[in-house]
């Protein structure tokens, strides 16, 4: 009894930080204020809003009409096609906490990835639509579809800098100066990342080299 309980409490909360993505999205600077300082978001619901996102981009390869996505089966890899959102988000989330950490942000780690993850909200509800549309129009309607999916991405990357700013604490202009900062540190990442592994690659490359070279000495 007192389990069955604990897990519809559970639930229930699980419900409530769910629809406060709604709220986020249409009052940013209280909304993500409260996420963080008054803990009315969770890293479930936050969970739920990024698989959501993903499951509509692969939705969309299959449902969105020809007029508007042209789709290459033969040549998509679906892990490929899903780290092209997995890993900017995980360069986003690691290089703004890293950044704002050393200038006295006041977000953590898992509460830039919560922020971060709800400002999304706006993509997978303008784009399920959107998607549905799609297949009931014509071609001289293309560009209504264009503006409202552009709008999508848009209010998505507007409400994330929102985020940043409330739950770090910042002023606009050093929000404003800590993402211009915070992209470019993603970049460095992508250098040191393609560095190493580069590194990597060469090193097995001389030691498959040198053994090559031992047995043919052999």
Not at 191 to 201: G, Q, V
Request: glycine share 4%.
């Amino acid at each position: 009894m007192i389990a069955s309980l604990k897990m519809k409490e559970t639930f229930a909360h699980y419900i409530a930080t769910l629809k406060f993505a709604l709220y986020c999205i249409t009052h940013p600077l209280d909304g993500f204020w409260d996420l963080t300082h008054e803990r009315r978001g969770s890293y479930a619901a936050a969970n739920t809003i990024l698989f959501l996102t993903l499951l509509l981009r692969i939705m969309k390869l299959r449902y969105t009409s020809f007029i508007f996505m042209t789709v290459y089966w033969e040549g998509i890899n679906i892990f490929l096609y899903l780290a092209s959102v997995l890993f900017p988000l995980m360069l986003w989330v690691v290089g703004n906490w890293a950044l704002t950490t050393l200038f006295d942000g006041k977000g953590r780690l898992g509460q830039v990835y919560m922020a971060t993850c709800y400002a999304l909200t706006p993509y997978p509800l303008m784009q399920f639509p959107l998607m549905i549309f799609s297949n009931f129009v014509t071609v001289d309607e293309r560009e209504f579809y264009t503006v409202l999916s552009a709008v999508s991405l848009v209010w998505s990357m507007a409400l994330i800098f929102a985020a940043m700013m409330q739950i770090h604490e910042y002023s606009l202009g050093k929000n404003f100066l800590f993402t211009i900062a915070s992209l470019f540190a993603m970049l460095v990442m992508v250098f040191i990342l393609l560095l190493f592994f580069s590194m990597i690659t060469q090193g097995i490359s001389y030691f498959v080299s040198l053994g090559r070279e031992i047995l043919f000495r052999l």
